[in-house]
């Protein structure tokens, strides 16, 4: 278990549960679910990632798990369907394998 210091506010949280808030001073506070995964870039074109837990308003971050081709900038989202998945592309020659994170 590890504790975050956001401002006033202390989490406490793990990387598959999300975040809770153990003391945060009378304001409302909401749990982040997570969830996530790993996605292989194939250098050409975005790469569809089912994943039921995204949302629309959902944030998804990437960090690179295995080197694959030649790695350029992080991926990009390019499309979300809510209770589906989303699209996301990398740069030409990218075949790396990535971890993602859904937030929210």
Avoid: C, H, R
């Amino acid at each position: 278990m590890t504790t975050f210091q956001t401002g006033q506010n202390v989490l406490q949280g793990t990387p598959a549960k999300g975040l809770i808030p153990i003391d945060n001073g009378g304001a409302e506070v909401a749990a982040l679910p997570v969830a996530g995964g790993t996605v292989t870039l194939n250098g050409a074109t975005p790469v569809v990632v089912a994943n039921a837990n995204v949302t629309a308003g959902s944030v998804i971050a990437f960090a690179l798990k295995t080197v694959g081709g030649t790695v350029g900038a992080i991926p990009a989202i390019q499309t979300i369907t809510p209770g589906t998945g989303f699209t996301v592309a990398g740069t030409a020659l990218d075949t790396s394998i990535y971890n993602y994170v859904i937030i929210g």
